[in-house]
């Protein structure tokens, strides 16, 4: 999924299973970042099972199509070279929307959540 950070593009897989949305430390100094911004920790555990202590800071904006959210916590994370993202987009962020995967058009649709 593509989002903008600071007015930047970057490219998220949608990640169901991650708690918090991340970036790559590649992607932190693409989009000129501060990584002294990210003082906080947070435990996340893997697919493989393991678990392991992440910086985190938050970013001031992303924006997901029309949608703009402000102050969203992310993690900083190191994924395998050979995958060509520069983060996850976690619950964090996917449950402030009512979001539907909609797969024959291999299309997520975030709705904004319903007053309550």
């Avoid at 693409?30 to 947070?42: N, Y």
Wanted: glycine share 6%; charged share 25%; proline share 4%.
């Amino acid at each position: 999924m593509r989002a903008q950070v600071s007015d930047q593009w970057v490219n998220l897989l949608v990640d169901t299973g991650c708690t918090v949305t991340s970036l790559t430390r590649e992607a932190v100094d693409r989009l000129g970042l501060d990584r002294s911004r990210f003082t906080g920790r947070r435990i996340v555990f893997t697919a493989a099972g393991t678990s392991m202590a992440v910086p985190t800071g938050r970013l001031d904006s992303l924006r997901l199509g029309a949608a703009h959210l402000r102050n969203v916590e992310v993690a900083l994370v190191d994924l395998p070279a050979s995958v060509n993202l520069d983060g996850l987009l976690g619950v964090n962020v996917l449950d402030r929307f009512r979001a539907t995967f909609e797969f024959r058009r291999a299309t997520l649709v975030l709705r904004p959540e319903p007053p309550r």
